[in-house]
């Protein structure tokens, strides 16, 4: 199975500020990663697929990139309904689809 | 507009059953795979099994083979979810997911409490 390491597992900023999230796969993985976030008391929602591919509706402030073993999603200009749990995952070899130990965003 | 909504959650002793459904609307639920991710208290998101759109194949995660069983009715638009011989670790929040392709995971409901305790 592929295991998903996810860094930092909380974090917090301030309005406006840029982040960034960190996933590690233990095998190359080929862009098949996914990224959701879910809000307090919320059901997870897709933010992003194929590392990189911005899901409808999807503000444009997220973003996503990376290769091999190493992903990243990133936030321009923290709002304040981004605060957040947020997961990777990965679908290029399954079953399992393995998610990412997630990271809570919180604002400073 | 894509719609899941579980039902059947609730407190069940440890080695009893529990059935949990998923009711899709807004989109053409036969054409799609699905999955059942739980979440548990506190705790990250974990897959748990999935069904192709025919449901003709099914995949489980191993500490639920031979315990849960994935199933649907395209008829009805339901998703499907057995749970037998239930243990305390399966206490969770159960989601249903569509899956956009090769295990993308594009619409959640809202989910399902099961917990597992005596």
């Known amino acids: 199975d592929i295991q998903m390491t996810q860094s930092p597992a909380s974090l917090s900023a301030s309005l406006g500020e840029t982040v960034t999230i960190e996933c590690r796969a233990s095998?190359?993985?080929?862009?098949?990663l996914a990224w959701y976030q879910q809000k307090p008391g919320k059901s997870p929602q897709l933010l992003i697929y194929n590392a990189n591919s911005l899901h409808t509706g999807v503000p444009s402030r997220f973003s996503g990139s990376g290769s091999g073993t190493q992903y990243s999603l990133k936030i321009n200009s923290l709002q304040s309904e981004d605060v957040a749990s947020y997961f990777c995952q990965q679908y290029y070899d399954y079953p399992p689809w393995t998610f990412g130990g997630g990271t809570k965003l919180e604002l400073k | 507009e894509v719609q899941l909504v579980e039902s059947g959650g609730g407190l069940v002793q440890p080695g009893r059953s529990l059935k949990l459904s998923c009711a899709a609307s807004?989109?053409?639920?036969?054409?799609?795979?699905m999955h059942w991710i739980r979440q548990a208290p506190t705790k990250g998101l974990e897959w748990v099994a999935s069904i192709s759109p025919s449901g003709g194949s099914t995949y489980y995660r191993d500490s639920v083979k031979g315990r849960f069983t994935i199933s649907r009715d395209n008829a009805k638009s339901t998703l499907y979810l057995q749970m037998d011989s239930l243990r305390s670790e399966d206490t969770a929040t159960y989601y249903c997911?569509?899956?956009?392709?090769?295990?993308?995971?594009?619409?959640w409901g809202q989910g399902a409490s099961v917990t597992v305790s005596s």
């Open positions: 807004g989109f053409t639920f036969s054409n799609y795979g």
């Open positions: 095998e190359d993985i080929y862009n098949g």
């Open positions: 997911a569509t899956d956009r392709g090769a295990g993308v995971m594009d619409a």
